[in-house]
């Protein structure tokens, strides 16, 4: 079973890049059959997709966020990072990653991280 | 963006009772919809996945249906367990949506 854990700081100033840091156990991060992703929830409101790599590099974000986000991979590790530029309030919520299978068709996010709060304030 | 609208936001329901929530996309989607459960302070779980296929280990308390734009869940005797927020999701788009969510409290 794939097991999750991210990390990272919980508190971020104004302007600054937000970093995290997901951990991957259960399988290799580059053997394929995954799309490796964030996903966040702000205070009191759903789920919002950030964007997802594929074990090949490929990326995929969500239109509303693509020119603040990165996702990269460090397959020495067996993890995957996401970058969020220019930081304001409103991207303050409980980040999750998760891994989304390639198959079936309907692509699920099928195991999630327990999720890390980042707070934007000076 | 596919616009996921989930109906109704919040409901109330006692042990045993069979409960429904919809989710309505914004075009058709096909059968590529999933649903999730979501515990305060726990990661989200996958319930269903395509429309009506049981994640493992979820109770079959649970079904889901439905086809090109309208979709539903259903627990057809609620447990205590099963409190929280109930999402559904598309990924028919590359730009993937969830619902608003609808909040399921025990009575």
């Known amino acids: 079973q794939v097991q999750l854990v991210e990390s990272g700081p919980g508190l971020v100033k104004p302007s600054e890049t937000l970093s995290l840091t997901c951990n991957v156990s259960?399988?290799?991060?580059?053997?394929?059959?995954?799309?490796w992703s964030w996903i966040r929830q702000h205070p009191g409101k759903g789920l919002e997709w950030i964007g997802y790599?594929?074990?090949?590099?490929?990326?995929y974000y969500n239109p509303s966020l693509t020119s603040r986000v990165s996702i990269s991979l460090d397959t020495s590790k067996n993890q995957f990072s996401l970058e969020v530029k220019s930081v304001t309030a409103a991207d303050t919520a409980v980040y999750y990653c998760?891994?989304?299978?390639?198959?079936?068709?309907?692509?699920?996010?099928?195991?999630w991280g327990q999720g890390t709060l980042v707070t934007v304030s000076s | 963006d596919i616009q996921m609208t989930q109906s109704p936001s919040s409901l109330s329901a006692s042990v045993g009772d069979r409960v429904t929530i919809t989710c309505r996309a914004s075009q058709r989607i096909g059968r590529l919809l999933n649903w999730y459960h979501h515990k305060p302070g726990e990661a989200p779980k996958l319930l269903i996945y395509g429309v009506s296929t049981l994640h493992s280990g979820v109770p079959s308390r649970f079904s889901g249906s439905g086809s090109g734009t309208d979709f539903t869940l259903t627990i057809s005797s609620l447990q205590p367990e099963d409190f929280g927020t109930f999402y559904c999701?598309?990924?028919?788009?590359?730009?993937?949506?969830f619902g608003q969510g609808t909040r399921l409290d025990i009575k």
């Open positions: 998760a891994s989304c299978r390639e198959v079936p068709a309907a692509a699920p996010f099928d195991f």
């Open positions: 999701q598309q990924s028919y788009s590359s730009s993937i949506t």
């Open positions: 259960g399988t290799s991060i580059s053997s394929g059959g995954y799309y």
């Open positions: 790599i594929y074990y090949r590099g490929n990326t």
